[in-house]
């Protein structure tokens, strides 16, 4: 279940709250019982791991082949 973030636009006081994307949104502050506000937060980071990450990792390689390969040559 993702955290919502709201602020209080009595006491000023943020706090963050655990619900279901369905349930709805608080309309009382849980310090004072005023007014809420829910804030718009960042959410989480995008982590990239593993290989194909790093700016090495999808360089330009240079081709170590001088001629294409042969064909294999038929023995009739």
Known sequence: MPTYEY???DCGKHFDV??????????KCIHCGGRVQRLIGEGAGV????SGFYCT?????????SAPPKKAENKD
């Open 18 to 27: 655990v619900q279901k994307m369905t349930d709805p949104h608080l309309e």
């Open 47 to 50: 982590i990239f791991k593993g």
């Open 7 to 9: 602020k209080c636009l």
């Open 57 to 65: 990792d999808y360089s330009h390689k240079t081709s170590t082949l």
